[in-house]
């Protein structure tokens, strides 16, 4: 229902900073929820962040005050800034989308994000 295109990653030493962007094009419903999973070698895909329609946003507890989530509805992006990267937030993050009037909700490709010295 739309492609998304996920832009940001790339090795950053701990203690350093990226910002991740999706760009959501060719959808025919209206995007509801938009947010950012990652996964890690050997562990389950996790929520990362969220943001609603409204810009209520959601945090996993270990990025609490360290990722920003945000949204341009006009352009169909969300980004997400982080900061304080630790080796830990080592993983593929994956742009996720879902919508108002259709049930299934849309991935990005992934890209990847690695925290090391």
């Known amino acids: 229902q739309v492609h998304l295109v996920e832009s940001g990653g790339g090795l950053v030493q701990p203690g350093g900073s990226l910002r991740l962007s999706c760009a959501a094009s060719?959808?025919?419903?209206?995007?509801?929820?938009m947010g950012w999973y990652r996964q890690a070698p050997g562990k389950e895909r996790e929520l990362v962040a969220s943001i609603t329609r409204g810009g209520t946003t959601n945090y996993e507890d270990s990025v609490k005050g360290r990722f920003a989530i945000s949204r341009d509805n006009a352009k169909n992006m969300v980004y997400l800034r982080m900061n304080s990267l630790k080796p830990e937030d080592t993983a593929v993050y994956y742009c996720y989308v879902d919508f108002v009037e259709y049930p299934f909700g849309s991935w990005g490709q992934g890209t990847q994000v690695t925290v090391s010295s």
């Open positions: 060719g959808s025919i419903f209206s995007i509801n929820v």
